[in-house]
């Protein structure tokens, strides 16, 4: 079982950085994939990054290529993700998400355990 904690959100301008992270219990974490999803009001949860267990390779959504960045800190079982360039579409819920073996990491339906999620608000 593993227990997942996102901070770092909040309300930011357009154009401002956040830094979001996930605070994952157990002594596994290096053995999990991690995914950062995110969910606006009305829509459905869609994909933003992961990222492998050794760190490399890492993914990203076409919407986020460019001004975001995941990272992770298998000492800390934190994961990051980076935002930069911020824009108000960018509003939404963020959740991460771990999953032990995936065979597709943007694929939100095979990740095991998810986070209670945190705000990103991106005012225009």
């Known amino acids: 079982q593993v227990q997942l904690v996102e901070s770092g959100g909040g309300l930011v301008q357009a154009g401002g950085s956040l830094r979001l992270s996930c605070a994952a219990s157990?002594?596994?974490?290096?053995?999990?994939?991690m995914g950062w999803f995110r969910q606006a009001p009305g829509k459905e949860r869609e994909f933003v990054a992961a990222?492998?267990?050794?760190?490399?390779?890492?993914y990203f959504a076409d919407s986020v290529k460019g001004r975001f960045s995941i990272s992770r800190d298998n000492a800390k079982n934190t994961v990051y993700l980076e935002m930069n360039s911020l824009k108000s579409e960018d509003t939404a819920v963020y959740y991460c998400a771990a999953v032990r073996a995936s065979m597709s990491p943007v694929n939100q339906y095979q990740y095991e355990y998810w986070g209670q999620g945190t705000q990103v608000t991106v005012s225009s």
């Open positions: 990222i492998t267990r050794s760190g490399s390779p890492t």
């Open positions: 157990g002594r596994t974490f290096s053995t999990y994939t």
